[in-house]
């Protein structure tokens, strides 16, 4: 079993939908990330979390330390939040993220 | 700022042939990494450095090495091709304040092991 699952593994969405993304570890973890990675392969950092909520723009992660689980929602989608949103995790003290295996997001105009 | 740049972008290998990608960034990051990304897996770390003249191996180091002789630098080498190391590798590097700290990556380079 992974360490860290997400799902699903694929969504599609049409334009303006709310779009949740889901981050389930088996580990204790000191910090969570959700990664972009854009079509063309580029990889960027939207989110490190260790507790709460954290909201960028359209974009908003929550993190939920007792249940070990962690969301990522996108509000107004745009075909151009079109790519793969990965989970990864900080196992606590470590300074290596494992990661989840990415779910691709498809939003239609 | 170029921020992490990975050399070549794309390369063909024929099996037992040897090469070295590059890794460079420019924010005076003292952590690097190493990823490869294969289809239906997450990345997995291969080799990471907490600084200049350090190196530790990650989840899958056999058959890589790295160095890390210049800060700003990372390299991996691949001493003898194999096609399973078909993959698209990714570089990452962050700043050394805690552990816990955002990685910037590179762009990727392209493997292809015949």
């Known amino acids: 079993k992974n360490e860290v699952e997400q799902s699903p593994q694929n969504l599609t969405a049409q334009e303006g939908e709310f779009i949740t993304i889901n981050c389930s570890y088996s580990?204790?973890?000191?910090?969570l990330h959700w990664l972009q990675q854009h079509p063309g392969g580029g990889i960027v950092s939207l989110f490190m979390l260790s507790s709460g909520k954290k909201k960028h723009g359209r974009l908003i992660a929550t993190i939920n330390i007792q249940e070990k689980h962690s969301s990522l929602h996108i509000t107004a989608s745009h075909p151009r939040d079109s790519a793969v949103y990965i989970c990864a995790v900080f196992q606590g003290g470590s300074e290596k993220l494992v990661f989840g295996k990415g779910t691709k997001l498809t939003v239609n105009p | 700022n170029a921020g992490v740049t990975q050399t070549p972008k794309f390369r063909v290998l024929k099996t037992g042939q040897s090469m070295t990608l590059l890794c460079a960034q420019d924010m005076n990051h003292e952590y690097m990494y190493w990823y490869r990304q294969d289809p239906g897996m997450g990345l997995r770390l291969i080799h990471y450095s907490v600084g200049e003249g350090t190196t530790a191996k990650g989840e899958v180091p056999d058959g890589y090495n790295v160095s890390r002789l210049k800060k700003q630098n990372f390299l991996l080498g691949l001493e003898s091709a194999a096609p399973s190391q078909t993959s698209v590798y990714f570089c990452a590097s962050s700043y050394v304040a805690g552990v816990q700290e955002t990685q910037y990556f590179g762009p990727g380079t392209r493997l292809l092991v015949l």
């Open positions: 580990v204790g973890i000191s910090a």
